[in-house]
């Protein structure tokens, strides 16, 4: 087919109607190239509503379309989490040793080398509440700590109700209320500009001022080092 030919019968389809889409599709040719040939070209009335109910069906189909995608990707998603899920069982104390010591050495307070007289203690420190609870039961179980010499710091911002941060943390850590403080501070990150709605409960450090318990942890995460 040439050129004329081409053009022709591209522009008998357009006046029926037909999208460039539609008309590439029949003779291959590029869209840059029919809306080279006909963007100034006067269409009737009838055309211009046969175009504009196509394009409102392809916008509508277009939507239906992603809407299912995205859907299909959240099923996928939880699919895939569902799976691995499952895969993790209730933990052995072995398994939660080495759990406590990793959250440890990516969460907690780790200054190893303090001056003379001068002692470590644990210190472990969150927002995120599953945190806390994974890290208790291991104070628990693996270093016998229970939960009334466990000594809470609710790190205060200045978007957080001192009272229901303390009454949130409670609840979870199931740690006597007495041994709750509270401290108000702005990180440097931050400086003040933190949005009012992140970090409404504050963030918890758990504190336990015991020497040997603190070096039982640095060696769990030496062994951890050493088994990699």
Known sequence: MDTRKDYSAALALRLEGKTYGEIRRNFKIPKSTLSNWFSTLELDRRVKKILESKRKNGYLKLIEFNKNRTLNIKKENENIRKAHESRINKLNNRELMILGGALYWGEGYKNFNLKSGAYPYICFSNSDP????????????????????????????????????????????????ENFRTQSTVSRDSQGKRPWNILLHGTLQLRVSQRQEFFKIRGLIDGIIKSI
Do not use: G, S
């Not at 700590?145 to 200045?158: G, L, N």
């Not at 941060?165 to 740690?175: D, G, R």
């Open 130 to 177: 599953f945190m806390h609870k994974a890290f208790i039961p291991f104070l628990e179980k693996i270093l016998k700590i229970t939960r009334d010499r466990i000594k809470c710091q609710v790190m205060i911002y200045p978007n957080t109700n001192p009272r229901e941060a303390v009454q949130y943390w409670q609840n979870i850590t199931q740690i006597p209320v």
